[in-house]
């Protein structure tokens, strides 16, 4: 889990979707907003259509949080940013799905122009 100032708060993801845009779309869509706050915070969620039991789900989560959290210190601030999980990142093997996830914070990294 990440520190409660990098997390968004439900008023902050519906800001999120309604405002954010999608730069690319993988496995793992990526929503990103610009905001007037001094770090990037995240959220990652699953979308309806993904059908997993709980365990599952929370464990892709913790994965995905670790692999933000290792990365925090080379994100742009002022942004948020959205990761949701689609079905067909839960169809591929482990180490598949953590390549998925390397490359969209690379994405995230690199993505200059948003």
């Known amino acids: 889990m990440l520190a409660k100032r990098f997390r ?51 464990r892709i989560r913790r994965q995905l949080y670790a692999q933000v959290r290792k990365r925090l210190g080379h994100l742009k601030t002022h942004k948020d940013y959205g990761m949701i999980v689609t079905p067909k990142l839960l169809s591929l093997p482990r180490k598949t799905r953590m390549k998925w996830v390397e490359k969209t914070l690379d994405i995230i990294e690199k993505n200059l122009n948003y």
């Not at 690319?24 to 993904?50: A, D, H, W, Y």
Request: charged letters at 30%.
């Open 8 to 58: 968004l708060r439900k008023s902050d993801i519906d800001l999120l979707f309604r405002h954010g845009h999608t730069p690319m779309k993988t496995p793992i869509v990526i929503r990103i907003r610009s905001t007037e706050q001094p770090l990037s915070r995240f959220c990652i969620l699953f979308g309806k259509n993904v059908k997993a039991e709980n365990v599952e789900k929370n």
